[in-house]
């Protein structure tokens, strides 16, 4: 049964959320045929319980096929194999410097093992506010010692 084989985890507190959907037994691909895709969606709510405009997300779970009549072709394979983790994230966008110091402060706790720290910061420049939020941020994480990239490592 695939549900036994799936172990779903939600997390959440003051700055955002995190859902997590991991195949722990299927024993194969997920979704399979039957099922040709999943959809992780998620959006933040206000006081009231209405959703907060432009805060959705989405995350899909797919494997993509097409057909010309006579053979088929694999466009996209995005599954969770066995023992993989899809993770949806949900974040109350911030840009005061205070706050922004006090949770990469957070960070840099001393761990066992723990030898860099990297902030990924992503942003979708489609919205006005989130981009100017982000420019905010940017000033912030250079006032505080940061070394900015704007690629992925």
Avoid: C
């Avoid at 997590?20 to 999943?38: D, E, M, Q, S, W």
């Avoid at 993989?84 to 840099?108: D, E, N």
């Avoid at 989130?130 to 994480?141: E, F, N």
């Amino acid at each position: 049964m695939t549900r036994s084989g799936l172990q779903a985890d939600f997390a959440a507190d003051d700055t955002g959320a995190r859902f997590t959907l991991t195949n722990t037994g299927i024993g194969h691909a997920f979704p399979t045929y039957v099922t040709p895709k999943v959809v992780m969606h998620a959006v933040l709510l206000d006081e009231m319980g209405n959703p907060v405009t432009d805060t959705a997300v989405e995350r899909e779970i797919r494997r993509r096929v097409e057909s010309d009549g006579a053979e088929w072709r694999e466009l996209s394979d995005i599954r969770l194999t066995p023992g993989k983790t899809a993770t949806l994230f949900l974040t109350m966008p911030i840009s005061w410097r205070g706050t922004l110091a006090q949770y990469a402060g957070r960070l840099h706790r001393l761990h066992p093992g723990k030898r860099e720290v990297i902030i990924y910061d992503y942003v979708d420049e489609a919205v006005p506010v989130l981009a100017r939020m982000s420019g905010k941020r940017i000033r912030g994480y250079d006032s505080l010692g940061y070394t900015i990239s704007r690629q992925m490592p």
